[in-house]
């Protein structure tokens, strides 16, 4: 055991405190015994704020936790857990770590009540949970939830609950469906949905409007929803995996750019004069149609096969910014094209980042 703050349990020191028996291969009795140690001969258990288990052999919680009266972190991931009983009442955590355990729907307390209005932080990854456990929507205070690498099969569409979140993680699960209910979470940082059997993303995902990192690879998504384009704080998007990118890959192999395409491209770059007589109308009217790449950092231009046909698209043939144009053509985006050329950034909100593989 160790006092990570104080080598005392002097109950004057205000410094937090962390008893740490990780690593020990301890089991629930040799743990019970060590909490009753603390407890009733110490008497200082009201020292400590965080309580660190993992890595042990444990098989349920002693419930001489509950005497710890100012816990505030918890973390027993890395053990036998078969079950995670209630106890907590009266408690003051604010983050409970169970990750990479044997807990299953029926294991976990019956409700969260004791501490919804505490909790900021709930871990069960790695558990075998079957379904969204409904007593989480009761921890309304809720900013961080992980339930990834499970085999959950649904998304509660009173998802809504949770309206504190920032981080909701539910990679490696079998989940086939996102309700619209996803939307109401505002406050959404990061959503985790990688790996799992969802076929599409429903439109309201558009009202996450804090969203940095939406990963969505190893899915069966063949589209996404035009609406995503709004999510102007998103700068990663994770798409490896999914039948869309696969669609990209096979199109851009089987569909380069034509002959006509890449002498218009030429004829762009380099700013070559063509007099109205020089071609015919028909190649003049083309030439007209060059569009700017969005990228600001790009002077190149692209035409409409690039935009309409393959959509997954390398703009001009010099960067590849593959989602704004797959989501929606040129015809969608408001303003033209010839105003946005002298403007310095066109695309303030553009992410930085898309992961193809």
């Known amino acids: 055991m160790e006092c990570y703050s104080s080598d005392s349990c002097d109950s004057d020191n205000r410094e937090q405190k962390t008893l740490d028996f990780s690593g020990q291969l301890m089991e629930t009795l040799r743990l019970s015994s060590e ?4 407890v009733d001969e110490k008497d200082c258990a009201d020292n400590y704020e965080i309580i660190l288990l993992y890595n042990n052999r444990l098989n349920t919680l002693p419930v ?3 005497r710890f009266s100012n816990l505030k972190i918890l973390d027993v991931s890395n053990n036998r857990l078969t079950a995670l009983p ?7 955590i604010t983050s ?49 939830l992980y339930l990834g690498g499970n085999s959950i099969v649904n998304i509660p569409k009173d998802i809504w609950k949770l309206n504190s979140l920032q981080i909701l993680s539910l990679g490696g699960n079998q989940i086939l469906e996102v309700p619209e209910s996803v939307g109401h979470l505002t406050s959404l940082q990061a959503l985790v949905l990688s790996d799992n059997l969802i076929e599409q993303l429903p439109p309201s995902i558009a009202n996450l409007n804090q969203l940095r990192s939406l990963l969505i690879h190893k899915n069966r ?13 998103l700068t990663e998007l994770s798409l490896r995996d999914n039948p869309l990118v696969v669609r990209f890959v096979k199109d851009m192999t089987l569909q380069p750019p034509s002959l006509l395409e890449l002498a218009g491209r030429t004829l762009k770059l380099h700013d070559i004069p063509i007099q109205r007589g020089d071609v015919p109308h028909t190649l003049l009217n083309y030439l007209n149609a060059a569009q ?9 231009v692209f035409f409409d096969n690039r935009v309409e046909h393959i959509k997954f698209v390398d703009f001009c043939g010099k960067y590849r910014i593959p989602l704004l144009q797959y989501l929606c053509s040129s015809k969608c985006i408001t303003g033209s094209w010839e105003s946005r050329e002298t403007e310095t950034n066109p695309h303030p909100h553009m992410m930085r980042k898309v992961l193809l593989g």
């Open 292 to 300: 700017c790449c969005v990228n600001p950092k790009c002077k190149g």
């Open 221 to 233: 998504l063949k589209t996404l929803p035009t609406q995503i384009i709004k999510l102007k704080c």
């Open 86 to 92: 209630d106890v907590f009442k009266n408690s003051s």
């Open 64 to 66: 001489t936790l509950n």
């Open 96 to 144: 409970l770590i169970a990750k990479h355990n044997q807990l299953t729907n029926e294991s976990l307390p019956k409700s969260f009540q004791s501490i919804k209005n505490s909790l900021r932080e709930l871990n069960l990854s790695g558990n075998q949970l079957n379904f969204f456990p409904e007593q989480v929507l009761e921890l309304t205070a809720l900013k961080y």
């Open 35 to 38: 909490l009753k140690s603390i």
